[in-house]
């Protein structure tokens, strides 16, 4: 809107809800129940991701933000498990891969080698692919999978062997294959 205000507009009841125009980067649920959001107001000191009902209702900060709003993507997992990925550069060519749970939950971290990561769950939430670019790839966009949930975050990373990146990709209904452009 003009004014700023976001609107979610529930088709099933024919209901509109005006939401905070502070609000960005809004995700589903997995149950379509609630939404993330990136909350970044001016002051950076009250920035957050957080969750809410559909409404807007019952928000609640998940994690601060602070300055770092550019490193967190608000994406809920399939599982549930994570509300968002942070993701950070530890120097010029990887970046540390933080998944946030709603629960204050210390998830594994993981490190992925290469420049402009990028993301999708898998269907079920329990592993991600992501591209990264570098040197070593004729800075071409490469694919990887990795596990990205429970005990096992950041073990099983392997490189698919496919020059693309993961938003010219997309999963089947069952999660059995991957078709990707290349």
């Keep these: 809107l003009e004014d700023g205000y976001k609107i979610l507009y529930d088709f099933t009841t024919d209901t509109q809800y005006t939401l905070n125009k502070d609000m ?48 967190l993507n608000a994406q809920w997992s399939p599982s549930g498990q994570a509300v968002g990925v942070l993701n950070e550069y530890i120097d010029g060519n990887r970046k540390r891969v933080v998944p946030i749970g709603l629960n204050d939950e210390n998830f594994k971290q993981f490190i992925v080698s290469g420049r402009g990561f990028d993301y999708r769950w898998t269907n079920d939430g329990k592993q991600m692919i992501y591209s990264t670019y570098s040197g070593d790839s004729n800075y071409n966009s490469t694919l990887h999978i990795v596990d990205a949930y429970g005990d096992t975050i950041g073990a099983n990373n392997i490189a698919l062997d496919l020059q693309t990146s993961v938003d010219k990709c997309t999963f089947s209904k069952s999660g059995d294959h991957l078709y990707c452009a290349v």
């Design 24 to 71: 960005e980067e809004f995700d589903f649920s997995p149950t379509d129940n609630q939404i993330s959001f990136e909350y970044t107001p001016a002051n950076k000191e009250d920035r957050w991701l957080g969750i809410a009902n559909l409404d807007g209702s019952g928000a609640r900060g998940i994690e601060p933000l602070g300055e770092n709003a550019d490193l």
